[in-house]
Each structure stands twice: as C-alpha cells, then as structure tokens.
C-alpha cells in the first residue's frame, strides 16, 4: 500500500525544511550555551537550566510540526484528501510517529548531548528530562492532530 498524498505531502516538506529548522533550533540554543560558560569553561549548571536548553528544541519541534501541518493542509490537493478518512488516518498517524521519532532520535541525543558537554552524569537527569519531553511531545500531538480533526470537519462541512 503507497503513502497517502498528505503523508507524501509532509514528507517532502520534512526533507526539504529538516536541515534549516535544525540549524535554527541549534542558533536558538547557541545563547544557553554561552550563557552557561565563564571564561571557557562549564558552570555547573541546575536541572532547570538543562530543561531550559531542551525546551528550545521542543519549541522548534512543535513549530515545525505547525508549519508541517499548514503546508499540507493548505496545498492545493489537500481538500480532496481531507474528504477520504483512510488518507486523513494515516496523515493524522504519520505526524503522530513523527514527533514520536524527533524525540528519540533528534531531541533526546540533543538534551544528553547538552549534559554531556558539561560533565552531568546523565543517568542523573534524563529520567526526568525524558518524562517533561515526553509530556511536551504528546502535547504537541493532540494539538496537531486537533488542528487536523478542525480542517477534515471544515472540509467535510465545505463538500455538504
């Protein structure tokens, strides 16, 4: 079975924007890192600044997801999909696995990455951290998929 076209939709646009909302996000971070610096070297630093470096790449994650969101649903064949609940399902599945996957490959090696760099034992924090990430990130799904669920109603609506 091939990807829905809202699916082949999101990815293309996901493989176009990946590597700039990256290199934004890492921008976003660079001031943390800096901040948490004296002449060179690490401060010790308190879980809530650890959380704070995190927070940039979930804010860039679920911006991302937003804007992934809005190209779909505004190209000019997605009205004719959003009327096929199969290809709305595996639209709505598909961002859902995404975002799962951000924070496991993307997010998560950020955050420990960030500890590591200034001597935190890991194991220390990332319970934790993955916890409040994890939380973050289901958010960030039900607000996409709410944002989904409105424009397959507004679609349905608009075809009555």
């Not at 064949?77 to 199969?86: F, G, I, K, N, Y």
């Not at 496991?104 to 993955?130: A, H, K, N, T, W």
Request: proline share 3%; net charge neutral.
């Amino acid at each position: 079975m091939s990807a829905s076209r809202l699916v082949e939709l999101a990815r293309a646009y996901i493989e176009q924007e990946q590597p700039r909302r990256r290199e934004q996000a890492e921008a976003r971070v660079l001031p943390v890192r800096k901040r948490l610096t004296v002449e060179g070297e690490f401060r010790l630093v308190h879980p809530g600044v650890l959380w704070e470096a995190c927070q940039v790449w979930l804010d860039e994650t679920r911006r991302f997801g937003h804007d992934i969101v809005e190209h779909v649903l505004r190209h000019p064949e997605a009205q004719a999909h959003l009327a096929r609940t199969d290809e709305v399902e595996s639209f709505r599945r598909f961002v859902a696995e995404w975002l799962a996957r951000e924070l496991q490959e993307y997010i998560m090696p950020s955050c420990v990455d960030f500890m590591r760099e200034r001597g935190i034992q890991v194991e220390q924090e990332v319970r934790i951290l993955r916890h409040r990430a994890e939380m973050s990130i289901a958010h960030i799904t039900k607000e996409l998929l709410a944002k989904i669920y409105l424009a397959t109603r507004r679609a349905s609506a608009t075809a009555s």
